[in-house]
């Protein structure tokens, strides 16, 4: 006989930690969680902010995927590196706290899944965090932040802070949005924001190291719980599952260890996968579940026929721009140099503060906005009707989910565009090693950056088995700006940016002397879409390869989370999804898995399944 568990949890990232950890409140609830990595919470390339980038060309942190050649970015392979360690991409990923608006998550609700408006999530971003307010210097640095609402602490494990980290760039880009008329004049935790803001961090207030889920969700106190276990450098071959009143039943999962040693563990009422947006959909097409022409392709006995297991995948594309800076003025490109660095990391090592202490960055949302600054009202409906009243060949679904993200980006208080001001280089390569590579200077002076991400693509991408072998990686194909919509609003945003630097006082940190990278102006249309082709990558907020809506709209999972036709198999990470929200998507997905804790315990209130064990 197995080992039993009430849960079997399969991943141990950012939404599985969440999930276990509310479960076991319950001593009498016992859950087993299985993760590929190991623990690696305390080593310095992951814990300390700075030293984020590096992580990225090391395979012991994460699972390193590549995608197919994308033909609208002139055959670029990019990167997706999600993280493989206890904690997941929490624990790689570059802490910027971001939160949703009210009228992207009420979307969801439109899409057809009822009970996830704005108004159910909202209460769960309050239970994930607690927000540690600006330090008064910070707010003098910064022009004051007069947004910022103290009472939106929240009470939650997660800690959000702002490092001391922010400089005359960060400054001058609050200045300068003022000046082009977008001044932030509301918290944007509330579900509402347009104009240049100071994003919080994922960062431990006081010691300048990172909060990630195994941080704040796997305490040691949480650890020892004798109704927790935590099985590491172990990976989910697939789940076990029979038939009953014509459902799917999930009965268990088949693991091996770091050693090769196969084993069957029984799960009595549910398996929830957390593995994230490739591992997830992988897993259920190894299991069955999924299109069957490809299941059947590779051999795999076809339990639940749902094409769309692996489709829909939503990314936020993200252009980069580098411009050369006064040697006067501040870059991250000054820690290239050995000496700097070597001091930088004595200082953060014996005090916790210093340039590798926090990240510098700041943001900015932008609603549709060009070289001319924000679109008219007419001028963002001729652009819509130009590639989306005459689209033949979109379903009725399709074209009703068209629809409601038109209805966002078309109005001027949505933001289409998210801007990142960022205090170094991101160097874009063809066909790049590792993501380290990205954030490695390769011009001979300082730059900053400014990076364009687009909040609601068009675009949809795919995530795939090839093999029946879980070692295999799955086909990653992103599909990026296959939707024409796509490169036009990127490439209008591009022509924003040249309103940003060639505006008082962003514009006097630049040196006109020195090339920009890439050297071209964003004026012209056709210019900035070369740009947008040559210079956008992955902003790795990839998501939506399960999304939640009714089967017959193309879900894979039901408003609650449960795949349809299973009785027991629940999907909670960011891979249910329905519709990207805007900005960096942790926060949302914490707020999903506490929301999905919350429906299992009472779904084991109302006597949700249980398995004989067998």
């Known amino acids: 006989m197995s080992e039993s568990y009430d849960y079997v949890v399969v991943g141990g990232g950012t939404a599985g930690l969440v999930v276990a950890a509310r479960l076991t409140e319950d001593a009498n609830t016992r859950v087993l969680v299985i993760e590929a990595g190991a623990d690696k919470r305390n080593d310095p390339s992951l814990e300390t902010p700075g030293l984020v980038a590096g992580a990225y060309a090391d395979d012991r942190f994460i699972w390193p995927f590549q995608s197919t050649p994308q033909p609208e970015l002139h055959g670029r392979h990019l990167r997706q590196d999600t993280g493989k360690v206890l904690g997941g991409s929490s624990l790689t990923n570059f802490m910027m706290a971001m939160f949703p608006s009210r009228k992207n998550l009420d979307t969801w609700n439109k899409m057809g899944n009822k009970g996830w408006s704005y108004n159910d999530l909202a209460p769960y971003f309050q239970k994930f965090s607690t927000s540690h307010p600006p330090s008064k210097a910070i707010r003098e640095t910064l022009g004051g932040l007069g947004y910022y609402q103290e009472d939106m602490k929240g009470d939650g ?8 980290q922010y400089s005359v760039m960060n400054e001058k880009w609050f200045q300068t949005f003022a000046q082009l008329g977008l001044e932030m004049k509301t918290d944007p935790r509330t579900g509402k924001a347009i104009g240049a803001f100071q994003n919080s961090s994922t960062i431990e207030s006081g010691n300048n190291t990172r909060s990630s889920s195994v941080t704040a969700y796997y305490t040691e106190e949480i650890a020892k719980r004798p109704n927790l276990k935590v099985l590491l450098e172990t990976t989910v071959q697939k789940i076990t599952t029979e038939t009953r009143d014509g459902l ?15 084993t069957t563990i029984t799960a009595k009422n549910e398996v929830v996968l957390a593995a994230g947006t490739v591992r997830t959909p992988q897993l259920l097409e190894l299991s069955g579940i999924g299109d069957r022409d490809l299941l059947e392709s590779l051999g795999i006995d076809v339990l639940i026929d749902n094409p769309n297991v692996g489709e829909h995948m939503q990314d936020h594309l993200m252009t980069s721009q580098q411009f050369p800076v006064k040697k006067e003025f501040p870059s991250a490109d000054g820690l290239r140099d050995p000496a700097r660095f070597k001091s930088a990391f004595e200082q953060y090592a014996s005090t916790k503060q210093g340039p590798l202490a926090g990240m510098g960055t700041s943001v900015a949302y932008v609603p549709l906005a060009d070289r001319n600054g924000i679109m008219t009202q007419a001028d963002r409906k001729a652009l819509f009707d130009k590639y989306l009243s005459s689209a033949p060949t979109l379903s009725p679904v399709q074209r009703r989910e068209f629809k409601l993200i038109r209805e966002i980006l078309e109005t001027e208080e949505e933001p289409a565009i998210q801007y990142l001001c960022f205090p170094g280089s991101l160097t874009v390569t063809p066909h790049p090693d590792t993501l380290t590579d990205m954030f490695t200077s390769h011009a001979p002076y300082d730059c900053i950056g400014i990076l364009s991400l687009l909040n609601h693509p068009f675009s949809r991408g795919s995530v795939h088995i090839s093999s029946k072998d879980f070692s295999v ?11 024409p919509l796509d490169l036009e609003i990127l490439a209008r945003t591009v022509g924003f940016v040249e309103k940003i630097v060639n505006t008082a006082p962003y514009k006097d940190m630049i040196d006109p002397a020195l090339k920009r990278l890439p050297d ?24 939506g390869t399960c999304r939640m809506l009714p089967r017959e709209l193309g879900g894979v999972v039901d408003e609650r989370l449960i795949v349809h036709g299973t009785a027991n198999i629940r999907v909670v990470d960011a891979s249910m999804i329905p ?27 109302a006597g949700g399944v249980a398995i004989s064990i067998r």
């Open 520 to 543: 071209a102006t964003g004026d012209d249309l056709e210019v900035a879409k070369e740009i947008v082709r040559g210079r956008t990558v992955s902003c790795f907020h990839i998501a």
């Open 248 to 262: 799917v039943v999930a009965t268990g999962v088949e693991i091996k260890d770091k050693d090769g040693k196969v």
């Open 473 to 483: 990686p799955p086909t990653w194909n992103p599909n990026y700006c296959s939707h």
């Open 157 to 164: 494990p997660i800690q959000l802070s702002f490092d001391d």
């Open 579 to 605: 519709l990207e929200p805007l900005g960096n998507i942790q926060t949302t997905v914490y707020a999903v898995a506490e929301r999905a804790a919350d429906f299992i315990k009472e779904s084991k209130k």
